[in-house]
C-alpha cells in the first residue's frame, strides 16, 4: 500500500507541471483490435492537439473487456484523468459474462465512432441478394451458416436481429463464430460458410475486388461508395452500429465531469481526428451528455432483449 | 516495371545511408523492447509505431520493418538465455535452447537462432514478393475440416517428440488439454471452469503458463537441491561462435523450418507456434544426435527459429493480399500501414506498387542490420550467464514476475504464475515432461474449435471429415506417423526408438 501511495505521489509530482492533464487511457482488449486502435488513436489526438501532453495506454486484456472495466472501476475511482474505451461488444459481453461491473459503475463521457455491419457472400454463391438469403433461410435455417466474430459479438447480434425480421426463429441460426472479422473472412473467401457478416471496413476491399458480393449494410443510410441496400431498404427491419465510446472513472464531480467532456468534445471535432477516421474507415457518431446516456440505456435494454432471443442470456 | 525491377528498386531506396540509419534505429529499439519480458512482438511494434510516424513513407516503413524483426529477435534472445518465453512461437526455442545456454553453448545457440532467422527471412520475404498470389489461393482452401486435420497430425507429430514414457508424456498433454477447456467457449459464447473468477473467463494465458512451467519451476527445482546440485552453470565452453559442426548441423534445419514457417504462417489460422512445433519434431525424427535432444541439440534451436521467423514473413502473405490480418502483430502493422495511406487488399499490389516493393525491400534490409547488430552482441549477451546462479535465478525469477505483471497488470494472473510454477516443480521432481502441457493448452481449444465448426456447418456430418482430399491426405500421415513406430517396435525394432527417445527431459 505504501508504494502505492509513493508511486501515486510521484505520478502527481510529475504531472503538476504538465500545462494539461495527463491522461490514461485503457485500451480493455490486447493490442490490434479495435479498442486498442481507438485508444491509440485518442492518444495521438491528444498529443498533436495539446489536450494533453503526455497520454498512456495500457491495455488490460479479458472476457470483452469485462475484466478491464471491472479493474478501472475499482482502481481509477475520482481519478479525472482516466479514461477507457468501450462499445456495444462490451455492452454485450457485460450481459452474457453476467459481469459484476457494468457501464453504470463508470462515468461514460461520449460516443466517439460507429461502424455499420456488412452481409457479404462469396461471389461465386447462388444468393444474389437479401430476397435470396431470407429464402433460404425460411426454408431451412441450419443450411445458412453465418461466419462473424466472436459468439454474442455485434455480429452474432445482428445475425440474430435478421432472422428474428423475417420471421425465422433465432435460436435456429447456425452461427459460426471466428476469433475475430480476420479470420471470419478467410472462410467466407475459401466459401467454407455461406453468408459472412462483419464490420464492413474487414470486407471493403474484398468488395471492391469483386471477390465479395455485398448484399447490404446495417446502418440506417448506405455507405457512400457501395451500391447494396441498407437491411431497411431491403425489407428487414433491423439497424445495428457497432458504436465505441469512451468513459471515465466513477465518483467524478460535475465539475470533473464536465471538464473531461469538454476535452473529449475538442478532441473529437479537431482536425486530426477528422482525419483519423477517414482513415481507419470509422464514422463520426460522438454524442455526448444526456442524449448519450439516454441512448445507452436504451441499447443496453436492446441488446438484452436481442440475446435472450438468441439464447445467450437466460 | 517487372516484380524483379520494383524490387530492385525498392532496394535502392532502402540502401541509402539515411535509411540504412533508420533501419539500424529500428531494429536497435526492437531488440531492446523485445528482450523486456512479458513484451512480445506485437506489443513492441504498438509502442514503437508511433515513432516511425514522423518520418517520410520510405523511411518510416524501414524503420518499421526493423522494429518488426528486432522485436522477434529479442524475445528469441531471453528464451535461450533465461528460459523465459515472451510469446508462444518462441516456447521451442527456449527448450532446446536454453539447454545449450546452460551447457556453456549459448553463443552458437544464439548465433544458430540469429543466422537462422536471417536466412529464413530472407527466402520468406522472396517468397512474399514472388509466389503470395499462389500461396495464399492455397491458403483459402483450408478449411475448418483441413484445420482440424492438421491439428491431428501436429498432435500426433508433437506428442511423440516429448518425453521417454507414452504415458507420461500423454498425462502432461492432457493437463494442457483439461488448462485448454477453462475460459467462454469462443463458439457459444459459454463460461467453462470459471467458477465465477471473471480472471478466468478469457482462460489461461500461454505465456504465463510457459513461463511459469519452464522458469520458475525450474528456480525452484534449482533452488530446492541446494548447495548439492549440478556444479554451477558453466557460461562458456568452447568457442562463442558457431564451429564447423554447428554450421554442418544447422543449416538443413534452417531450410527445413523456413518450408515449415512459410506456408503455415499464411494460413490465416495456422498461427506461428505450429510451426516452430513441427519442425522441432522434424528435426527430432531426422537427427543424427537424438541423444542430444533434450539436452540442448542445436537443431532444435536451428530449426523452429527459422521456422518462428518465416512464419512471421508468412503473416505477411495474408495481410498484403487480402488485408487480412491474421495476427495480433499483423494487426497493429494494419494499423501502421494506414497511417502511410496504404490499405492493404487484393489491390494492393495494383494500386501502390512502389510501397508495396519498398516494405518488402525494406524486409530484406531490416534482416540484414538484425544479423549485424546482433551478432557482435552475442558474446555480450552470454556474459549474462556468468553471473553467479543464486543471482542469475534470483534475477529470472523477477523477471518472470515483471513480464508477467507488464503483459496483464492482475494479482489473479501472479496467483496463476505461482501456481503454475509449482506445478512445474513437482512435475520436474516426478519426472513429467513440462513442454506438452504448453502444447496441449495451445494446440487444444484449436483443434476443439476447427472440429466443432466442421461439424457446426456440415450440420452433423462426421463424413465431411474426410472427403476433403488435403484433410484425407494429413490423416494419413497422421496415422502413418501414429501406426509406424508401433509396427517397427513390434518387429523388435524398438531398442532404437526407446534409445532416442530415452534422452528426454
Known amino acids: ?314 | 516495371m517487372s516484380t524483379f525491377e520494383f524490387l530492385l528498386q525498392g532496394l535502392l531506396v532502402a540502401a541509402q545511408p539515411m535509411n540504412l540509419l533508420y533501419a539500424l534505429i529500428g531494429v536497435t529499439l526492437g531488440t531492446a523492447v523485445g528482450v523486456l519480458p512479458g513484451i512480445g512482438p506485437a506489443l513492441t511494434v504498438a509502442l514503437l509505431l508511433p515513432v516511425t510516424y514522423r518520418l517520410d513513407p520510405a523511411g518510416s516503413l524501414i524503420m518499421f520493418a526493423g522494429i518488426y524483426y528486432g522485436g522477434m529477435y529479442g524475445g528469441s534472445t531471453t528464451s535461450i538465455l533465461l528460459n523465459t518465453p515472451g510469446e508462444s512461437s518462441s516456447i521451442v526455442t527456449a527448450l532446446e535452447g536454453n539447454k545449450m545456454a546452460r551447457a556453456g553453448r549459448g553463443g552458437p545457440a544464439l548465433a544458430t537462432a540469429a543466422i537462422g532467422s536471417f536466412v529464413a527471412g530472407l527466402i520468406a520475404t522472396f517468397g512474399l514478393a514472388f509466389i503470395a498470389p499462389v500461396i495464399v489461393k492455397l491458403a483459402l482452401v483450408f478449411g475448418p475440416r483441413e484445420y482440424f486435420a492438421l491439428m491431428v497430425l501436429a498432435f500426433v507429430t508433437v506428442s511423440s517428440a516429448f518425453g521417454d514414457s507414452t504415458l507420461r508424456g500423454l498425462t502432461s498433454l492432457f493437463i494442457g488439454l483439461a488448462l485448454s477447456i477453462i475460459g467462454i467457449d469462443q463458439l457459444t459464447g459459454q463460461t467453462r471452469l470459471a467458477f465465477g473468477v471473471p480472471d478466468l473467463l478469457d482462460g489461461v494465458e500461454v505465456t504465463t503458463l510457459a513461463v511459469a512451467m519452464f522458469a520458475i519451476g525450474e528456480t525452484l527445482f534449482i533452488a530446492a537441491q541446494g548447495n548439492t546440485g549440478p556444479d554451477k552453470v558453466e557460461a562458456v565452453k568452447g568457442s562463442v561462435w558457431m564451429n564447423a559442426a554447428d554450421w554442418a548441423r544447422s543449416w538443413k534445419p534452417w531450410l527445413r523450418g523456413t518450408l515449415i514457417g512459410f506456408p503455415i504462417g499464411a494460413m490465416p489460422a495456422g498461427g506461428a507456434e505450429i510451426g516452430t512445433f513441427l519442425s522441432y519434431a522434424t528435426e527430432k525424427r531426422l537427427t543424427k544426435h537424438p541423444e542430444e535432444f533434450g539436452n540442448g541439440a542445436i537443431e532444435g534451436v536451428a530449426g523452429p527459429e527459422a521456422a518462428n521467423n518465416a512464419s512471421a514473413a508468412g503473416t505477411l502473405v495474408p495481410l498484403l493480399t487480402l488485408g487480412l490480418p491474421t495476427t495480433a502483430t499483423a494487426a497493429i502493422m494494419l494499423a501502421g500501414f494506414q497511417q502511410y495511406g496504404l490499405q492493404p487488399g487484393p489491390l494492393l499490389f495494383a494500386t501502390n506498387p512502389q510501397l508495396v516493393w519498398g516494405l518488402i525491400a525494406s524486409l530484406l534490409i531490416a534482416n540484414f542490420m538484425l544479423l549485424v547488430l546482433n551478432l557482435p552482441l552475442v558474446g555480450l549477451w552470454v556474459r549474462l550467464l556468468t553471473i553467479p546462479k543464486p543471482w542469475l535465478y534470483a534475477g529470472i525469477l523477477l523477471f518472470a514476475t515483471l513480464g508477467t505483471i507488464g503483459a496483464n497488470p492482475s494479482v489473479f494472473e501472479l496467483g496463476m504464475l505461482l501456481a503454475f510454477g509449482l506445478l512445474g516443480y513437482a512435475m520436474r521432481v516426478f519426472g513429467y515432461p513440462i513442454a506438452p502441457v504448453v502444447v496441449g493448452l495451445i494446440l487444444g481449444p484449436l483443434a476443439e474449435q476447427q472440429l466443432r465448426r466442421a461439424l457446426a456447418i456440415s450440420q452433423g456430418d462426421f463424413t465431411v471429415l474426410f472427403t476433403s482430399p488435403i484433410a484425407a491426405v494429413l490423416l494419413t500421415i497422421a496415422a502413418l506417423a501414429f501406426i509406424v513406430p508401433l509396427i517397427l517396435r513390434a518387429r523388435g525394432k524398438g531398442e532404437v526408438l526407446s534409445q532416442m527417445a530415452a534422452e528426454e527431459d
Open chain 1, 1 to 314: 500500500m505504501k508504494h502505492v501511495f509513493i508511486a501515486t505521489l510521484l505520478a502527481g509530482s510529475i504531472a503538476l507541471p504538465a500545462y494539461a492533464a495527463d491522461y490514461t487511457i485503457m485500451a480493455p482488449a490486447a493490442p490490434g483490435g479495435g479498442w486498442d486502435q481507438t485508444a491509440r488513436s485518442l492518444q495521438t489526438t491528444m498529443q498533436q492537439e495539446g489536450i494533453s501532453k503526455n497520454v498512456q495506454v495500457i491495455n488490460v486484456p479479458g472476457a470483452g473487456g469485462t475484466i478491464g472495466l471491472a479493474q478501472f472501476a475499482s482502481q481509477q475511482k475520482g481519478n479525472a484523468h482516466a479514461l477507457i474505451v468501450g462499445g456495444y461488444v462490451m455492452v454485450g459481453a457485460i450481459l452474457t459474462n453476467k459481469a459484476p461491473v457494468t457501464l453504470k459503475d463508470v462515468t461514460p463521457i461520449a460516443r466517439l465512432t460507429g461502424e455499420n455491419e456488412a452481409i457479404v457472400v462469396p461471389a461465386s454463391s447462388p444468393l444474389k441478394s437479401v430476397k435470396d438469403l431470407v429464402e433460404a433461410l425460411k426454408k431451412n435455417p441450419g443450411s445458412v451458416s453465418w461466419g462473424g466474430g466472436s459468439a454474442g459479438g455485434v455480429d452474432h447480434i445482428t445475425a440474430g436481429l435478421i432472422a428474428k425480421a423475417a420471421g425465422v426463429d433465432p435460436t435456429k441460426i447456425n452461427y459460426i463464430a471466428f476469433s475475430g472479422g480476420g479470420e471470419a473472412l478467410a472462410a467466407i473467401l475459401g466459401a467454407q460458410v455461406t453468408v459472412g457478416i462483419s464490420g464492413y471496413g474487414e470486407f471493403e476491399g474484398q468488395v471492391k475486388a469483386g471477390t465479395l458480393r455485398l448484399l447490404a449494410t446495417s446502418g440506417e443510410q448506405r455507405i457512400p461508395g457501395t451500391d447494396a441496400p441498407t437491411l431497411k431498404e431491403a425489407g428487414l427491419d433491423v439497424a445495428v452500429q457497432n458504436w465505441r465510446m469512451v468513459a471515465a472513472a466513477p465518483g467524478l464531480t460535475p465539475e470533473q465531469k464536465a471538464a473531461v467532456t469538454a476535452d473529449v468534445k475538442k478532441l473529437a471535432t479537431s482536425k486530426t481526428w477528422q482525419e483519423t477516421l477517414k482513415t481507419k474507415g470509422w464514422q463520426d457518431t460522438y454524442l455526448d451528455g444526456d442524449a448519450f446516456t439516454t441512448q445507452l440505456s436504451k441499447e443496453i435494454a436492446a441488446t438484452e432483449a436481442i440475446l435472450k432471443d438468441i439464447g445467450l442470456v437466460k
